[in-house]
C-alpha cells in the first residue's frame, strides 16, 4: 500500500499569516494527490486535485505543489472560515490512501 | 449531485448491518462508487470500490466482511457490513469521483451515517 505522511498534525496560526501542510508519499505517486477540507461535522470538501488545480469555489488564497513523493498546501492570507482539519489522498493505486491529516487553528 | 446515507446506528460485535445511499442528479449507473469511512476524530480511510459493470475492490481490513453492490434501477448503493469490529465505528460516506476526470478524487460526498460497534 501507499503510505502518506502528512505533516505536522495540528498547526496554530494568527489571521492573514501564511501556512504550509506537507504530504509525504512513500513511492512515486506522478502527481495523482488531492487535497481536502473537513470542518467540524461536515463531510469532506474537495480543494485541489491533480496537485495544483483549484476546485470550483475554492479561493485562489490556497495553492497545491509538489511532484514524486512529495507534494504541499499552501494557505495564504488566513481567513477564520480556514479553521477546518485538511487530508491529502493518493489516486494513483488502490487501495486508495489519506494522509493522517492536519488541524488548522486561527 | 445528491448522495445521502442511511442505514447506520448501534450494533453489537459479530453482528451485521446494511448501509444504503440514495444518488440523484445524475445518472447514476454511469459512475463507479466508493465508501469511505472515518473513525470519530480520526482520519479517513477508504473501504470499497464498486464499478458501472459492478466490478469491485476492497480495502483489505474489510475485505470477506464486507460486500459492496449497487442497484441501478433504484439508484443505491449498498455496502452490507458482516462479522462487525469495534474497529469498525465510523462515519461511512458514499463517493463519487468527478464528471470529467476518470481518476479516484471527490468532488461529491454524502453527508454519512454512523455505525457504533459495542456491546
Known amino acids: 500500500d501507499i503510505q502518506m505522511t502528512q505533516s505536522p498534525a495540528s498547526l496554530s496560526a494568527s489571521l492573514g499569516e501564511t501556512v504550509t501542510i506537507e504530504c509525504r508519499v512513500s513511492e512515486d505517486i506522478y502527481n495523482g494527490l488531492v487535497w481536502y477540507q473537513q470542518k467540524p461535522g461536515k463531510s469532506p470538501q474537495l480543494l485541489i486535485y491533480?496537485?495544483?488545480s483549484l476546485h470550483i469555489g475554492v479561493p485562489s488564497r490556497f495553492s497545491g505543489s509538489g511532484s514524486g513523493t512529495q507534494y504541499s498546501l499552501k494557505i495564504n492570507s488566513l481567513q477564520s472560515e480556514d479553521v477546518a482539519s485538511y487530508f491529502c489522498?493518493?489516486?494513483?493505486?488502490?487501495?486508495?490512501?489519506f494522509g493522517s491529516g492536519t488541524k488548522l487553528e486561527i | 449531485v445528491q448522495l445521502v446515507e442511511s442505514g447506520g446506528g448501534l450494533v453489537q460485535p459479530g453482528k451485521s448491518l446494511k448501509l444504503s445511499c440514495s444518488a440523484s442528479?445524475?445518472?447514476?449507473?454511469?459512475?463507479?462508487m466508493h465508501w469511505i469511512r472515518q473513525a470519530p476524530g480520526k482520519g479517513l480511510d477508504w473501504v470499497a470500490y464498486i464499478s458501472p459493470s459492478s466490478g469491485t475492490v476492497y480495502a483489505d481490513a474489510v475485505k470477506g466482511r464486507f460486500t459492496i453492490s449497487r442497484d441501478n434501477a433504484k439508484n443505491t448503493l449498498f455496502l452490507q457490513l458482516n462479522s462487525l469490529k469495534s474497529e469498525d465505528t465510523a462515519i461511512y460516506y458514499c463517493a463519487r469521483r468527478d464528471s470529467v476526470s476518470p481518476y479516484n478524487w471527490f468532488p461529491y460526498w454524502g453527508q454519512g451515517t454512523l455505525v457504533t460497534v459495542s456491546s
Open positions: 489522498q493518493q489516486y494513483y493505486d488502490y487501495p486508495l490512501t
Open positions: 442528479g445524475f445518472t447514476f449507473r454511469n459512475y463507479g
Open positions: 491533480n496537485v495544483n
